[in-house]
């Protein structure tokens, strides 16, 4: 599996370290969605009208918490457990580094963003998309994460990658499975977004309000399984 990074000689598998607590709520979020969705027809219907994203319900009737209750709908097994891998092995690295505030400010935002890129984008296409998947902010994690851990080594099994070149090849298989409905290449969005974002928290002085950076000065990083 992916690693996340760790500091040095922290025990690799020390309890709680990947379920950091928004991590958590998100990783049980997407688990209930999901069965919700499969076991219920009914329960998918009012989850997909209500949680999910268009710009006609969230802005016009003011359902203003559809650009973050979007993110936590999730319908395919092999979506979930991709999107549950990456939050618990890049989303916890992230938020171990911000803390849980910074983080759940980190969500809100790129969930809302990412969420009203897709839905501009599939109105100016043309096409009117239920926006229903956590894939923009996981867009988002990437761009963070290759900011973040710019420069570290990371170990996937016994292969050493870079961490923006890992972040860059999960953007890649992204981008191709969504090929097959080309409007979902707006998630992509997501990654200079959470890039961007990552990169002003290191320079604004309030970062310290949510939370300290727990990264070691140690150039390589362990690996969890």
Not at 113 to 124: K, S, V
Request: with cysteine; proline share 4%.
């Amino acid at each position: 599996m992916v690693l996340a990074p760790v500091q040095q000689h922290e025990p690799l598998l020390q309890p709680g370290r990947l379920f950091t607590p928004c991590v958590t709520v998100l990783f049980v979020c997407l688990i209930i969605m999901y069965s919700v969705c499969v076991l219920s027809p009914s329960g998918r219907d009012w989850v997909m009208s209500n949680l999910g994203l268009t710009l006609t319900s969230a802005l016009g009737d003011l359902r203003l918490w559809q650009f973050v209750t979007h993110a936590i709908i999730q319908i395919g097994l092999c979506g979930l457990l991709f999107n549950l891998g990456c939050l618990i092995f890049l989303a916890s690295a992230i938020e171990r580094d911000w803390g849980w505030r910074g983080f759940l400010i980190f969500y809100l935002l790129m969930s809302a963003l990412t969420g009203l890129i897709l839905a501009l984008g599939a109105a100016a296409t043309g096409q009117n998309v239920l926006v229903a998947d956590i894939q923009g902010f996981l867009c988002a994690v990437f761009g963070a994460y290759a900011r973040v851990y710019r420069g570290q080594i990371l170990w996937i099994f016994f292969a050493k990658v870079r961490a923006e070149a890992l972040m860059a090849a999960l953007l890649f298989i992204n981008a191709l499975i969504w090929l097959n409905l080309p409007v979902l290449l707006f998630w992509l969005a997501g990654a200079p977004l959470g890039y961007a974002y990552a990169r002003l928290r290191e320079r604004s002085p309030a970062r310290r309000l949510f939370g300290r950076s727990a990264r070691s000065a140690s150039r390589f990083k362990g690996i969890d399984f």
